[in-house]
Nanobody, 123 residues
């Protein structure tokens, strides 16, 4: 599978952005999709995942502000980010892994990665 992110930008604190990730190369919808981010000088961290049944997992640091969703017809993953904070700055990376029943997301199984899109939030 191939993944390509878009939508990164520079915004003021309190602003909103919507990231998109176009997916290709998967012949069905049996895969988990997720967003990771890498803040400057820090390690990559998981932000939000969505499984084939639209069940989501969201990191505590963004809960209530970020929403992850997927459109399997269009093969696009989204991340709606509201009330952005300077600590949300980083490279946002889309990822995916195949799933088998019960089709749950597992952070250590992500095998397909995009190149990332930069999000910068200024105070």
């Amino acid at each position: 599978g191939q993944l390509e992110e878009s939508g990164g930008d520079s915004v003021q604190a309190g602003g909103s952005l919507r990231l998109s990730c176009a997916v290709s190369g998967f012949t069905d919808s049996n895969y988990c999709m997720g967003w990771f981010r890498q803040p400057p000088g820090k390690e990559r961290e998981g932000v939000a995942y969505v499984d084939p049944y639209d069940r989501t997992t969201v990191a505590d640091s963004v809960k209530g502000r970020f929403t992850v969703s997927r459109d399997d017809d269009k093969k696009i993953l989204y991340l709606q980010m509201n009330n952005l904070k300077p600590e949300d700055t980083g490279v946002y990376i889309c990822a995916a892994h195949r799933t088998l029943m019960p089709h749950v997301c597992q952070a250590n199984l992500f095998a397909f990665w995009g190149r990332g899109t930069q999000v910068t939030v200024s105070s």
